[in-house]
């Protein structure tokens, strides 16, 4: 089950870092801008800006009784970049 978990890592963040290259940050910034504009824009980004912070405070949680903060904290410090990715690695690899 490691490698498994460990190769759909690895996988999507391959696609991130490719996705990342593709579109870099003046052209992100007009996607990001763009999706705000449309009708259910706002109500995605407070959806997923939701989910980000109940995923952080799974991993601080889930930290605290595992005594395990330095993996908490690169989960925590790669979510602005990685998503849920971080949160789905920290659950996968504890």
């Known amino acids: 089950m ?3 978990a460990a190769t759909v890592l690895v996988v ?10 593709t579109a870099p940050g003046a052209q992100a ?8 504009k449309m009708r259910w824009g706002k109500q995605f980004y407070f959806d997923f800006f939701g989910l ?3 995923l ?4 601080v949680s889930d930290a605290i009784a595992r005594d395990s903060w330095v993996a908490a ?3 925590l410090a790669t979510m602005p970049i990685l998503g849920a990715m971080s949160a789905a690695a920290y659950w996968l690899l504890r």
């Open 12 to 21: 999507v963040l391959l696609i991130s870092l490719w996705s990342l290259r």
């Open 56 to 59: 952080a405070l799974w991993t």
């Open 2 to 4: 490691d490698f498994v």
């Open 29 to 36: 910034a007009e996607q990001f801008v763009q999706i705000w």
């Open 52 to 54: 980000q912070a109940i």
């Open 73 to 75: 904290a690169i989960c």
